[in-house]
T-cell receptor, first 112, second 117 residues
Framework: KQEVTQIPAALSVPEGENLVLNCSFTDSAIYNLQWFRQDPGKGLTSLLLIQSSQREQTSGRLNASLDKSSGRSTLYIAASQPGDSATYLCAVPSSGYSTLTFGKGTMLLVSP | GAVVSQHPSWVICKSGTSVKIECRSLDFQATTMFWYRQFPKQSLMLMATSNEGSKATYEQGVEKDKFLINHASLTLSTLTVTSAHPEDSSFYIC?????????????FGQGTRLTVV
C-alpha cells in the first residue's frame, strides 16, 4: 500500500527566503507525482505535475524534482512571499492509478 | 486547466437531516469522479469512486448507505450524507480527470465544509 510522507509538517519563514518542501513515497512504481496548494477551508489547486520520465518541472518561482528510485520529491519555492502561505500537499497515484494517495501536507507561513 | 465546481462551499445542518453536495466538471467530461474527506490537520482520504451510470465503489470502512453517490451524467456527481451526525462534520472534496486522460492531472473542486450540529 502506497504511503506518502511530507516533511516538515509546518514551516515558518520570513519573506524572501528560498524553501524546500520534502515528499517521500513508499512504492516507487508511480507514473507521476502532483503537488497541490490548499488555502484554509478551500479546495486544492494543482501546482505542478511531474511525469515519471521527468526529473523536474518548473512553474514561475516553483520547481519540483522527482527521484523515483529513491521515492522522493522536493518542491522548491524561490523568494517566498506572504501570498505563498498555505498548506502544500504532494500526491501520487494509488494502486489502480485512478485515485491519489496524499501526504498530510506542509503548512507554510511566510511572514512579511 | 480544467475546472471542477463543487456546491455548496459550506453547509450547516441539524443532526439527523440529509445534505447533498454537487460536483460538476465544467468544461470536460468525467465518467469517473472521486470523493475525498479531510479531517482537520489530516490528509485527504478517498471515500469512494463515482462511476457514471453505475454504482459507486466505496473504500473500506465507508458506509455506502450513509454516503449515497449518484453519477447521473458525464459532468455531475452528487454525494448525499444521510442522517448526518456531528462526527460526519468534515471537509468533503471531489476530484475528476478528463476522460481518456487517466494518467494525467487530477482536478479538484473547491470543497464543501459540512458542520452538523
Amino acid at each position: 500500500k502506497q504511503e506518502v510522507t511530507q516533511i516538515p509538517a509546518a514551516l515558518s519563514v520570513p519573506e524572501g527566503e528560498n524553501l524546500v518542501l520534502n515528499c517521500s513515497f513508499t512504492d516507487s512504481a508511480i507514473y507521476n507525482l502532483q503537488w497541490f496548494r490548499q488555502d484554509p477551508g478551500k479546495g486544492l489547486t494543482s501546482l505542478l505535475l511531474i511525469q515519471s520520465s521527468q526529473r523536474e518541472q518548473t512553474s514561475g518561482r516553483l520547481n519540483a524534482s522527482l527521484d523515483k528510485s529513491s521515492g522522493r520529491s522536493t518542491l522548491y519555492i524561490a523568494a517566498s512571499q506572504p501570498g505563498d502561505s498555505a498548506t502544500y500537499l504532494c500526491a501520487v497515484p494509488s494502486s489502480g492509478y485512478s485515485t491519489l494517495t496524499f501526504g498530510k501536507g506542509t503548512m507554510l507561513l511566510v511572514s512579511p | 486547466g480544467a475546472v471542477v465546481s463543487q456546491h455548496p462551499s459550506w453547509v450547516i445542518c441539524k443532526s439527523g437531516t440529509s445534505v447533498k453536495i454537487e460536483c460538476r466538471s465544467l468544461d470536460f467530461q468525467a465518467t469517473t469522479m472521486f470523493w475525498y474527506r479531510q479531517f482537520p490537520k489530516q490528509s485527504l482520504m478517498l471515500m469512494a469512486t463515482s462511476n457514471e451510470g453505475s454504482k459507486a465503489t466505496y473504500e473500506q470502512g465507508v458506509e455506502k448507505d450513509k454516503f449515497l453517490i449518484n453519477h447521473a451524467s458525464l459532468t455531475l456527481s452528487t454525494l448525499t450524507v444521510t442522517s448526518a451526525h456531528p462526527e460526519d462534520s468534515s471537509f468533503y472534496i471531489c476530484s475528476a480527470r478528463i476522460d481518456g486522460q487517466t494518467l494525467t492531472e487530477a482536478f479538484f473542486g473547491q470543497g464543501t465544509r459540512l458542520t452538523v450540529v
